[in-house]
């Protein structure tokens, strides 16, 4: 295959411009159809994008333009839906997160790719960031030893995206806060430290803020404006522990809105060193040196991880790489996300299936 890929889009909302955003700054693809269901939307990206064939029907789409690989930028519940059409119609498929509802729909996916022999690549961001490289890197060099407790901290203050609609609607979105945004750090803490094996969760979930959405006091919104008629029935704060083998916990909390200061982070304990990270600020690691503690700040070089993300499925489509965030890995994120909620529900502990 040339390295002049042909890509459609599905999705022309606010993810899907930034996607499309970074495809143009990818030599070996071309952005050659555009499709989505709104009309102002479809036309306003395909004007700014210059992007000529554009459709409302997906399935259109993958039948008239010659596609070598589409990405999926539509509501959670359209992700497995659409990503296994891409795989029928023999394209690589590039999906954003969350995987999609379900672990189940994940697999299915997963099974669509390797029947087409297709690549199927997830929208993980936060592991193409130089910081969340140079960590890896770190850790796997043994600098932090044995890693024992992990904790993952994702708080937004006040930052329910579009307030009555689809991302509030657990029937289109699967849930709240925890799916949408805390998937990424999940997805993060787990690949920092090559831990991929959870086994029992205990968890709790909220909906403070939700359940008297028309009282909702905010400064913005990402995919506004707010919908006070609409519905609001996912969690808007989640909380809970994960135990992994050989005696290795994380603990998390995730949240979309909190009476508490806002900040993100992931710190990560090892009996030799310990790391903080994805917190905003350059990642800090704490350990001992010639009979000092001490602080060790690497430099790193950075890009647009919307950048990577498109340069390493273009690559991983001309068979020169692998995908950063694959498809299986996506399944086990999703098989903890399914725990979470179910212990959340029953108010115990339980395996993660």
């Known amino acids: 295959m040339e390295e002049n890929i042909q890509v459609g889009v599905i999705g022309a909302g606010t993810i899907g411009n930034v996607h499309l955003d970074a495809l143009k700054n990818t030599p070996a693809a071309q ?25 409302a029907d997906y399935r259109k789409m993958l039948k008239e333009v010659d596609l070598d690989a589409v990405y999926v930028c539509v509501p959670n519940y359209l992700h497995s839906k659409f990503a296994i059409a891409g ?38 961001t936060w592991r193409h ?3 969340s490289r140079a960590v890896k890197e770190f850790i796997e060099a043994g600098q932090v030893g044995r890693i024992y407790h992990v904790r993952v901290n994702l708080i937004r203050r006040r930052g329910i995206p579009g307030l009555g609609g689809w991302f ?22 787990m690949w920092l430290t090559g831990n991929w094996e959870p086994q029992r969760v205990t968890a709790a979930t ?3 803020f939700g359940r008297r959405m028309e009282n909702y006091v905010y400064t913005g919104m990402w995919a506004g404006p707010p919908n006070f008629k609409g519905v609001f029935d996912v969690d808007d704060y989640a909380v809970g522990l994960v135990r992994f083998p050989g005696n290795c916990t994380m603990d998390f909390q995730v949240s979309w809105a909190l009476n508490a200061e806002g900040g993100n982070s992931i710190e990560i304990m090892g009996d030799k060193g310990g790391v903080r990270c994805a917190s905003g600020k350059p990642p800090v690691f704490f350990s001992e040196s010639n009979g000092h503690i001490v602080d060790i700040t690497p430099q790193y070089a950075d890009r647009n991880p919307f950048e990577s993300e498109a340069a390493n499925f273009m690559a991983s489509i001309l068979g020169k790489e692998k995908p950063l965030a694959t498809g299986d890995q996506a399944v086990i994120v999703m098989r903890l996300l399914d725990a979470i909620y179910k212990s959340a529900k029953l108010g115990r502990e339980i395996p993660v299936a």
Request: charged share 20%; proline share 2%.
């Open 87 to 124: 795989f029928e119609a023999l394209k690589h498929v590039f999906c954003e997160k969350p995987m999609a509802m379900s672990a189940a729909q994940g697999r299915a996916m997963v099974a669509a790719a390797k029947k087409a022999k297709k690549v199927l690549a997830m929208g993980m």
């Open 129 to 131: 960031m130089g910081e």
């Open 31 to 55: 952005v050659a159809a555009l499709c989505d269901i709104n009309p102002a939307k479809l036309q306003t990206a395909a004007e700014k994008h210059n992007i000529a064939a554009t459709f």
């Open 206 to 208: 909220y909906s403070e």
């Open 168 to 189: 509030t609607t657990k029937a289109m979105a699967g849930g709240g806060g925890l799916i949408d945004c805390g998937v990424h750090f999940l997805d993060l803490a």
